[in-house]
């Protein structure tokens, strides 16, 4: 299975301030990487697909990086509404596998 | 809006078997991979495995030999059944839609249920 390693596992962070979460996969998955965000009893939310593909209405402060094994997700200008879980999945290969999230919360 | 919306017991005893089943509403099962993902206490997501419209399935070997993921299409609903639970199965059962893009093979969930708390106690 391909192991997916977030960094940090937990974060604090005011509004306003610029954040960013690394994602690294235990083997090449080209740009097979999605980003989802997730609330407490809340669906998770896809934000990106294909590592670079915001998906629809996601706010364009919401940006990614990467290729292979290292992706970045970078949010600029933290909104009161972005502080949540962000997790990163692999569709590179099956069993999909997830990072083990970074929780995004208020400094 | 597609929707989906998981059911089933909240409690099951070990040994016993998971049932819970995803409805869609708003849009149709008739196309699209349909999946299972949990995510125990303090744990993170772990997927469990995925059906096509069609029938045809894909499962997390680590799950393999105690799942199986079917699909109503008539009922608009899909469902997991996970047998001789333990405790280790306690988790949020969330189902998912899963999108491709054919030309490239990326696959992604992105229209997911709120989940379902299952407890495995006697």
């Known amino acids: 299975d391909i192991q997916m390693t977030q960094s940090p596992s937990s974060l604090s962070a005011s509004v306003g301030d610029r954040v960013t979460v690394t994602c690294r996969a235990s083997q090449s998955i080209s740009n097979y990487l999605n980003w989802y965000q997730h609330k407490p009893g809340k669906a998770p939310k896809l934000l990106i697909y294909?590592?670079?593909n915001l998906q629809s209405g996601v706010p364009s402060r919401f940006s990614v990086s990467g290729s292979g094994t290292d992706f970045t997700l970078t949010i600029t200008s933290l909104q009161p509404e972005d502080f949540a879980t962000y997790y990163c999945?692999?569709?590179?290969?099956?069993?999909?596998?997830f990072g083990q999230g970074t929780k995004l919360d208020i400094k | 809006q597609v929707q989906l919306q998981e059911s089933g017991p909240g409690l099951v005893k070990p040994s016993e078997t998971l049932s819970l089943t995803c409805t869609v509403s708003?849009?149709?099962?008739?196309?699209?991979?349909w999946s299972w993902i949990r995510q125990p206490p303090g744990k993170g997501l772990e997927w469990i495995g995925y059906?096509?419209?069609?029938?045809?399935?894909n499962y997390n070997p680590s799950l393999k030999s105690r799942v199986t993921i079917s699909i109503d299409t008539s009922k608009n609903q899909f469902s997991l059944k996970l047998t001789s639970v333990t405790a280790a199965d306690t988790a949020v059962y969330y189902c998912?839609?899963?999108?491709?893009?054919?030309?490239?093979?990326?696959?992604?969930?992105?229209?997911w249920g709120k989940g379902t708390t299952v407890t495995v106690s006697s």
């Open positions: 708003g849009g149709s099962t008739s196309s699209y991979y």
């Open positions: 294909a590592a670079s």
């Open positions: 998912a839609r899963v999108t491709y893009i054919k030309s490239s093979y990326h696959y992604y969930m992105d229209v």
């Open positions: 999945q692999q569709s590179y290969s099956t069993p999909y596998t």
């Open positions: 059906i096509y419209y069609s029938g045809s399935t």
